[in-house]
């Protein structure tokens, strides 16, 4: 039988907040399974990078990385966020190893091929690495990513923390049962974004492509709904959009996303 695994993905909101930061580690360590988290940390970067002259350039919502950006966010994301989250987790009680894609070798990515825009050394992802993160698991380590991987020849990218814990939790459905939750500032996939009561609490692929093709949902959370069905279809059990507190409160509105 399976063990259980959560991988939980928090974004720059809650790394933000000192006091969501805290709730939401507490909680963390609480999970009686194994587990994994990821972590954004865009805001940070942009307001680092504001403070030294270095505003990114954004397309669509999407950071362009270039040469001077990709060096704050890999000093924001795999140094200052990771491992104050990872310190804060041995504080806890929870073994924490914070992680990025070259670590171990965990995560390859190849840089973003150009076809309308040049979004710089931003990383697709090209394999993760299971049995190094099931080792690190077993041992009772809990694997901490950062928004950074590299491409096996020395390049590190940036590259969206969604799409990260999305390709973890595809490749860990092998030897796990994979529940993949994404928490935000929001209770879960809204109808009108201007009412935060208005969750859709079911989702599945039929209902989500209605809802599309009618602009009920899109921009931002397209690109999160896709990683979520395609987990869904490369194995993964369960996944989860909501607020922090959902990891351990599941009676509070959020979406469960179902194929």
Known sequence: MKKQLSIIKIGGNVINSKQQLDAFLDDFTALDT???LVHGGGK??????????????MIGGRRVTDQANLEVVTMVYAGLLNKNIVAQLQARGCNALGLSGADANV????????KDIDYGFAGDIDEVENKTISLFLHAGITPVFSAITHDNHGQLLNTNADTIAA??????????EVELIYCFEKKGVLKSVDDEESVIEHLNSKSYEG?????????????????CFSSLRS?????????????????????????
């Open 34 to 36: 194994l587990k994994i």
């Open 44 to 57: 940070k970067a942009t307001e680092i990078a504001d403070s030294m002259g270095l505003s990114p350039k």
């Open 107 to 114: 995560i390859k990515a190849h840089k973003r091929i150009v």
């Open 167 to 176: 390709e973890l939790a595809k490749g860990l459905s092998k030897d796990f």
């Open 211 to 227: 809802l599309k093709n009618q602009g009920i949902i899109s921009e931002g959370m397209l690109p999160k709904l896709e990683n």
């Open 235 to 259: 194995g993964v059990e369960r996944v989860i959009i909501g607020k922090p507190e959902v990891i351990n409160h599941r009676n509070g509105k959020h979406t469960t996303l179902t194929l």
